[in-house]
T-cell receptor, first 111, second 107 residues
């Protein structure tokens, strides 16, 4: 019962470094999405995808890239990390019924 | 985007007490969900409830879509209910979250 799996769980970067947060789901969901959670601000949508080859921007897309080459995987790329990207990142997938299922989160610190 | 307001922002209860959490949203939606974020940070689905009423054990939820609000009821609260409760709404592919209600249940 893996569900939605995110890696890594923790990461520390220096300003300007790049990295990829991985997200994989085994529920055959077409919909996948990335959120960031900052103190006192709830979750905000970064990017989402409604199927392989299809991605779109959410509320806060600047500084992040995504791609969706398979149904299972939806990686989030930070090309040049900034301290403002220090946050907890959550990946979620959703089935036809509309329910979202979240991964356990990835805590990123940018120094 | 859709504005989502949750109240109260903070709530402290004695174990065994009941509570009602509210979620107001600014536009018509076709998807509304309640989540519990436990003290370890995990987000757990409670209810998918774009309209109507659902119950699951000590928890129940009601959404009145025409009046743009949803309520989450917690009865006989337990310390394991502590955490942050989020409401999320959507009209399509973009979900909007409220800032949550932080619940602390004291033994």
């Amino acid at each position: 019962n893996a569900g939605v799996t995110q890696t890594p769980k923790f990461q520390v970067l220096k300003t300007g470094q790049s990295m990829t947060l991985q997200c994989a789901q085994d529920m055959n969901h077409e919909y996948m999405s990335w959120y960031r959670q900052d103190p006192g601000m709830g979750l905000r949508l970064i990017h989402y995808s409604v199927g392989a080859g299809i991605t779109d921007q959410g509320e806060v897309p600047n500084g992040y890239n995504v791609s969706r080459s398979t149904t299972e995987d939806f990686p989030l790329r930070l090309l040049s990390a900034a301290p403002s990207q220090t946050s907890v990142y959550f990946c979620a997938s959703g089935g036809a019924g509309g329910e979202l299922f979240f991964g356990e989160g990835s805590r990123l610190t940018v120094l | 985007g859709i504005q989502v307001e949750q109240s109260p922002p903070d709530l402290i209860l004695q174990e065994g007490a009941n509570s009602t959490l509210r979620c107001n949203f600014s536009d018509s939606v076709n998807n509304l969900q309640w989540f519990h974020q436990n003290p370890w940070g995990q987000l757990i689905n409670l209810f998918y409830i774009p309209s109507g009423t659902k119950q699951n054990g000590r928890l129940s939820a009601t959404t009145v879509a025409t009046e743009r609000y949803s309520l989450l009821y917690i009865s006989s609260s337990q310390t394991t209910d502590s955490g942050v409760y989020f409401c999320a709404v959507s009209t399509g592919n973009q979900f909007y979250f409220g800032t949550g209600t932080s619940l602390t249940v004291i033994p």
